[in-house]
């Protein structure tokens, strides 16, 4: 193994915090990853791994070799990238938010990956907040305001989103009118991924946001059984448009208070601070972006 491939595999080692997840994660066995970094600790005459029955973490000397290893390869990357016909390759990682994708990546994806044949790619499904370099993620795909100040994001889109309930529904508890005639009314509860509560609905009166929330009979953690609930005539929701075009088209759901809609819902993707942007994720992202920008102009 040659010195920037050692460098390439003690980089997955860090970041995964095992020897076995990067060996899967490059496809080698992992008597080779054992094999490669002995080596490359007896090249630097110093030790870059403290092993434990757990996991794997860098000593200061192995945490500084980090650094510059992720530099090195972000700058080897760039070079190669800028001459010729040079593609990006690799395993590229992405966790995507599972409806969205079957929506706006998932139809292109054909020929994204025809464009570039020396790239594979792996789509994991969650709307979780997740650690990406330990998990081996590349970039995320994810709804609302990013919280979080180590992630860099590319906004891909922006969402209408729409007030629905199912024909039944509206026949035992009324059609709204205004946010003020909610009583009575229920909502499907959405629950936050991280705080554990109810997302409010949010209406837009006078040019003001206003969140309501109301008495929940079901919740729920899942966008599409948020909508299949929903159809059973079990409350109100709002979701993106995109995602209820077809229901609403069949009648299936009805949109309701359509004079005070909800604010639209960001779409961004997202990558770690600490990380160059490496060529795989860079033609990922504009890919993507252009997309999104696709999708929602046909659907406006």
């Not at 330990?134 to 994810?142: A, M, P, Y």
């Amino acid at each position: 193994m040659d010195r920037f491939d050692a460098m390439r595999l003690f980089t997955r080692i860090v970041e995964r915090r095992s020897f076995t997840s990067a060996a899967q994660d490059l496809g080698i066995p992992r008597s080779t990853v054992t094999e490669a970094v002995q080596q490359l600790e007896a090249r630097l005459g110093v030790r870059l791994l403290q092993r434990t029955t757990r996991q794997v973490s860098p000593t200061l000397d192995g945490e500084a070799y980090y650094q510059r290893c992720l530099r090195l390869i972000a700058d080897v990357e760039d070079a190669e990238s800028a001459f010729g016909d040079a593609q990006p390759r690799g395993l590229l990682r992405v966790d995507v938010h599972g409806a969205l994708a079957r929506h706006f990546i998932l139809p292109g994806l054909p020929a994204f990956l025809a464009r570039y044949p020396q790239l594979t790619l792996h789509l994991s499904e969650g709307d979780r907040l997740i650690d990406l370099v330990r998990e081996g993620v590349d970039c995320v795909l994810r709804v609302g305001e990013p919280a979080d100040s180590a992630m860099i994001g590319r906004r891909v889109g922006m969402l209408d989103e729409a007030t629905c309930a199912a024909p039944a529904y509206l026949e035992r508890f009324g059609t709204p009118t205004a946010p003020d005639a909610l009583d009575g009314h229920r909502m499907i509860g959405f629950v936050h991924s991280v705080t554990g509560g109810y997302f409010p609905l949010e209406f837009i009166v006078d040019g003001v946001a206003r969140a309501v929330t109301l008495p929940v009979t079901v919740s729920v953690s899942n966008a599409m059984t948020n909508v299949a609930v929903a159809k059973l005539g079990l409350g109100l929701i709002q979701v993106p448009r995109y995602h209820v075009q077809q229901d609403l088209a069949d009648g299936t759901l009805v949109e309701v208070l359509t004079d005070f809609p909800p604010s639209p819902t960001p779409v961004s993707l997202l990558y770690p601070r600490s990380r160059q942007l490496s060529p795989r994720v860079r033609v990922f992202i504009d890919w993507a972006s252009r997309e999104f920008a696709a999708r929602l102009e046909a659907s406006a």
